[in-house]
């Protein structure tokens, strides 16, 4: 799936081309009214990512060990939020003068890619489009933009998480959607609670046991630990231990990816065993 989708809101006469080619995607502009120009490309773009292209004056930009001058360049959003925890709208800030077209990214791999190419400068059609892959063109409005789910929501999928024959699913803010988080959990005889993590579609619409969703996910637990903080999917299962010591109280459980490590936020309650 790959939408094109322009902002009904600018009137901005910027022009440009995008190239899309497995998980390889270029983009070049150009503006009529300030005169800047350039181009930048993601050498291979990662499944549930964001990518922001930017106007960046006097910039350069690296493709293929090429360094090469560009008035427009490309920012991993995703890479920059770990490193330095902030707001996607002040990273743009801090690091451009101002966003031009954010690609957001579902399962990229193989024929399977999801993939939402947002133009919030430039208006319907300013953009030739070349494209490996069969797209549909649309419109958002970002006047309207705060009252509506961000791609993401959809694109990104969700873990869930099973203790003692329990199912929680929860959102990347902490909120418990499914399953009693003021029960206490009871670990085994061995002090362990085993956690059977689950892949769901977006905001858990279903759960997804295909081959191709074997992602490897990070986990972090804020007491006892846990036997890896990292683990491959098979499809779409894992299990994980986790050792508590003796500890009784609340606790923290968070699944996430390399990139961005919390996208399911856990608040449940180890009890005595």
Same mark, same amino acid.
Request: charged share 25%.
């Given at each position: /799936?790959?939408?094109?989708?322009?902002n009904?809101?600018?009137?901005?006469?910027?022009?440009?081309k995008?190239? *899309?080619?497995?998980?390889?995607?270029?983009?070049?502009?150009? +503006?009529?009214?300030?005169?800047?120009?350039?181009?930048?490309s993601?050498?291979? /773009?990662?499944?549930?990512?964001?990518?922001?292209?930017?106007?960046a004056?006097?910039?350069?930009?690296? +493709?293929?060990?090429?360094?090469?001058?560009?008035?427009?360049?490309?920012?991993?959003?995703n890479?920059?939020?770990?490193?330095?925890?902030m707001?996607y709208?002040?990273?743009?800030?801090?690091?451009?003068?101002g966003?031009?077209?954010?690609?957001d990214?579902?399962?990229?791999?193989g024929k399977?890619?999801?993939i939402?190419?947002?133009?919030?400068?430039?208006?319907?059609?300013?953009?030739?489009?070349?494209?490996?892959?069969?797209y549909?063109?649309?419109?958002f +409005?970002?006047?309207?933009?705060p009252?509506?789910?961000?791609?993401? /929501?959809?694109l990104?999928d969700?873990?869930?998480?099973?203790?003692?024959g329990?199912?929680?699913?929860?959102?990347?803010?902490?909120?418990?959607?499914?399953?009693?988080?003021?029960?206490? *959990?009871?670990?085994?005889?061995?002090?362990e609670?085993?956690?059977e993590?689950?892949k769901?579609?977006?905001?858990?619409?279903?759960?997804?046991?295909?081959?191709?969703?074997?992602?490897?996910?990070?986990?972090e637990?804020?007491?006892?630990?846990?036997?890896?903080r990292?683990?491959?999917?098979?499809n779409?299962?894992?299990?994980?231990?986790?050792?508590t010591?003796?500890y009784?109280?609340?606790f923290?459980?968070?699944?996430?990816?390399k990139?961005?490590?919390?996208?399911?936020?856990?608040?449940?309650?180890?009890?005595?065993?």
């Open positions: /799936m790959l939408k094109i989708l322009y009904a809101a600018s009137n901005a006469e910027v022009t440009g995008i190239t *899309l080619r497995g998980s390889f995607l270029s983009i070049s502009a150009k +503006n009529a009214e300030d005169g800047l120009v350039g181009q930048d993601v050498e291979a /773009m990662r499944s549930y990512n964001s990518y922001i292209f930017v106007r004056p006097g910039s350069k930009v690296k +493709n293929f060990r090429t360094i090469t001058g560009s008035d427009y360049k490309f920012l991993d959003m890479r920059l939020g770990v490193a330095i925890k707001d709208t002040d990273m743009i800030q801090l690091y451009s003068k966003d031009v077209i954010q690609v990214t579902g399962m990229v791999c399977k890619r999801d939402i190419i947002r133009v919030f400068e430039g208006m319907k059609g300013s953009f030739e489009i070349d494209a490996d892959m069969d549909e063109v649309g419109e +409005n970002s006047k309207t933009l009252q509506e789910t961000h791609p993401r /929501m959809t990104w969700s873990y869930s998480v099973t203790i003692n329990v199912e929680f699913h929860a959102d990347r803010k902490g909120n418990i959607l499914q399953g009693d988080s003021s029960v206490p *959990l009871v670990p085994n005889k061995n002090g609670l085993i956690l993590v689950e769901h579609k977006g905001a858990f619409v279903e759960k997804l046991t295909r081959p191709i969703d074997n992602e490897e996910i990070f986990l637990s804020s007491c006892g630990l846990l036997e890896t990292r683990v491959r999917l098979v779409g299962k894992a299990s994980v231990r986790l050792l010591f003796g009784k109280g609340p923290k459980l968070k699944l996430g990816r990139w961005y490590e919390v996208w399911n936020d856990y608040s449940l309650i180890v009890g005595q065993e």
